[in-house]
């Protein structure tokens, strides 16, 4: 069994920038593709971005295009999330998805808390 492990997580004020990271427990476990999705108080979790590692293919929600920029690692097992011009908007629980890249199974982080705030 694999566990995604995530940090960086903090309380920063608009405008200000955050770096994500999530990195497998065995870096020996692979995935075709790893990103990040976010949960807000009363709504509905969300993809924020993701990276396939086979052609680096990167996807993003419309509203952090621009700000926010998605990198990983295959060999390592590990994805990132650079966070930049935060807004208020931008506060939820943070959480590392990843795809196996043989098995295909989905992997979940336990999540990391971002808050935007004055």
């Known amino acids: 069994q694999v566990q995604l492990v995530e940090s960086g997580g903090d309380l920063v004020q608009p405008g200000e920038s955050l770096k994500l990271s999530c990195a497998a427990s065995?870096?020996?476990?692979?995935?075709?593709?790893m990103g990040w999705y976010r949960q807000a108080p009363d709504k509905q979790r969300e993809l924020v971005a993701s990276?396939?590692?086979?052609?680096?293919?990167?996807n993003y929600a419309d509203s952090v295009k621009g700000r926010f920029t998605v990198s990983g690692d295959y060999a390592e097992s590990t994805v990132f999330l650079q966070m930049n011009s935060l807004k208020p908007e931008d506060t939820a629980v943070y959480y590392c998805?990843?795809?196996?890249?043989?098995?295909?199974?989905?992997?979940w982080g336990q999540g990391t808390r971002v808050t935007v705030s004055t």
């Open positions: 990276i396939a590692f086979d052609d680096a293919t990167t």
């Open positions: 065995r870096n020996t476990f692979k995935f075709s593709s």
């Open positions: 998805n990843a795809i196996g890249s043989i098995s295909r199974k989905e992997y």
